[in-house]
């Protein structure tokens, strides 16, 4: 079974495309493979970029769970709108902490990694052998 740390490794492959905003050729373990399927596929862009799973705890902020939980206690308040749930600031890191673990543990426990659409990061794009060759560069 893989860690948090392995299902949240970065991941860097090869992509191509006729769009720099769109890479729908990929991801291609090696330049070459990226080549082949950007002659195949007539794309005339190649790109080395990186992508990284979604830690999924980082989206929990003890800040906004209190707001959020303020917000739906409202009612519950005095006539001041005094906050409910005003505890030390410590026991609210230590409460991110622990949720953050348990999100960890979960995420692990289902074997989940998911990847976001957007790269996280990459090589400038390069025009494929095949379409240098076409317009009389070198390949």
């Not at 720099?20 to 790109?47: C, F, S």
């Not at 005094?82 to 692990?108: G, M, S, Y």
């Not at 390069?126 to 379409?131: F, K, R, V």
Request: proline share 5%; net charge negative.
């Amino acid at each position: 079974m893989k860690t948090i740390e392995q299902l949240t490794a970065s991941e860097t492959a090869w992509y191509s495309s006729n769009d720099e905003d769109v890479w729908t050729g990929g991801p291609y373990d090696t330049r070459q493979e990226a080549e082949e399927e950007a002659k195949a596929n007539w794309h005339r862009l190649i790109m080395r970029a990186t992508k990284t799973p979604i830690r999924v705890s980082k989206h929990f902020d003890q800040g906004g769970f209190f707001e959020a939980a303020e917000e739906s206690l409202y009612d519950l308040c005095n006539e001041d709108g005094d906050p409910t749930l005003d505890f030390d600031p410590a026991v609210n890191l230590d409460l991110q902490t622990r949720v953050r673990a348990a999100i960890d543990e979960w995420q692990v426990a289902h074997q989940l990694a998911p990847t976001p659409w957007r790269f996280s990061g990459g090589d400038e794009p390069e025009i494929a052998a095949w379409a240098k060759a076409e317009e009389g560069g070198d390949a």
